[in-house]
C-alpha cells in the first residue's frame, strides 16, 4: 500500500521512508532538481588504496559528493548536489599527487606513492 502511494509522484521527486517493522511510518518527499558531475582523467592512479585516498580526500571536500574512481583508466568522476567546480577538485587531486593527464612530474609521482599508503593504510 505504502508504494501504491508514490506511484504519482512528477519526475526527480524521490520518497525517503522512515520507520520500523511494526511502527508508524513517516515519509519525506524530495525533489533533487540537478545533480553535477565532473570526470577528469588523472595520471598516476595504481590501485584501490589510490582510489580509496582519492575517495576521502573529495569526499572531506564535499560531503554530498560521490566519488567513483576507474583505477584502470585513471578517470575520477565526481557527482554531486553542490556546483562541481573542475578547478577545486583538480587542485585537490594534483596536491595528492594525481595531476590531470599530460600535467604530471617525478614530483607528483613521489606524492602519489604516499597518497596511495595513505589510502591503503585508512
Known amino acids: 500500500?505504502?508504494?501504491?502511494?508514490?506511484q504519482g509522484?512528477?519526475?526527480?521527486?524521490k520518497p525517503l521512508i522512515f520507520g520500523?517493522?511494526?511502527e508508524s511510518y513517516f515519509c519525506?518527499?524530495?525533489k533533487i532538481d540537478t545533480m553535477n558531475s565532473l570526470i577528469l582523467e588523472v595520471e598516476?592512479?595504481?590501485?584501490?588504496?589510490?582510489?580509496?585516498?582519492?575517495?576521502?580526500?573529495?569526499?572531506?571536500?564535499?560531503s554530498s559528493a560521490v566519488v567513483d574512481v576507474d583505477?584502470?583508466?585513471?578517470?575520477?568522476?565526481?557527482t554531486s548536489v553542490l556546483t562541481v567546480d573542475k578547478d577545486t577538485y583538480s587542485d585537490i587531486l594534483r596536491?595528492?599527487?594525481?595531476?590531470?593527464?599530460?600535467?604530471?612530474?617525478?614530483?607528483?609521482t613521489a606524492k602519489s606513492?604516499?597518497?596511495?599508503?595513505?589510502?591503503?593504510m585508512s
Open 95 to 108: 596536491q595528492m599527487g594525481y595531476p590531470e593527464v599530460g600535467e604530471g612530474n617525478l614530483v607528483t
Open 113 to 120: 606513492y604516499v597518497s596511495c599508503m595513505i589510502g591503503k
Open 71 to 78: 583505477v584502470e583508466h585513471g578517470f575520477v568522476k565526481i
Open 9 to 13: 509522484l512528477e519526475s526527480g521527486f
Open 44 to 62: 598516476n592512479i595504481k590501485c584501490g588504496g589510490c582510489a580509496n585516498g582519492i575517495k576521502q580526500k573529495l569526499q572531506k571536500a564535499d
Open 1 to 6: 500500500m505504502l508504494r501504491q502511494s508514490f
Open 28 to 30: 519525506l518527499i524530495l
Open 20 to 22: 520500523e517493522q511494526n
